[in-house]
């Protein structure tokens, strides 16, 4: 199973950008689906995540009402929408998948993807 994560980029602040993430392998279609990011210096943290049929979603505090997550089971894909970006949002972004949500959440989940940049200035 391959998670490629890709739409990361520079930004100026209050800008947009989405993110994608794509599943190459097997279908993910009954999968909990999430992003985490790591700023420089620290740990990695979870930024969002959304149930396989896209009932629940969940935001880490920091980007509720700036992000939304959102997926295409029938294109086996993930989105993160950001608006309103800050440069505290500046992170590599990491898409995971699992099949249960308290472990995609703790950071453990079965699969990763690679990462994409998101760099946003001032």
């Known amino acids: 199973v391959q998670l490629q994560a890709s739409g990361g980029g520079l930004v100026q602040a209050g800008g947009s950008l989405r993110l994608s993430c794509a599943v190459f392998g097997r279908t993910v279609r009954n999968y909990v689906m999430g992003w985490f990011r790591q700023a420089p210096g620290k740990e990695r943290e979870f930024v969002a995540a959304i149930s396989w049929n896209s009932g629940s979603t969940y935001y880490a505090e920091s980007v509720k009402g700036r992000f939304t997550i959102s997926r295409d089971n029938a294109k086996n894909t993930v989105y993160l929408q950001m608006n309103s970006l800050k440069p505290e949002d500046t992170a590599v972004y990491y898409c995971?998948?699992?099949?249960?949500?308290?472990?995609?959440?703790?950071?453990?989940?079965?699969?990763w993807g690679q990462g994409t940049q998101v760099t946003v200035s001032s």
């Open positions: 995971a998948a699992d099949p249960g949500i308290n472990v995609l959440v703790a950071g453990t989940a079965d699969y």
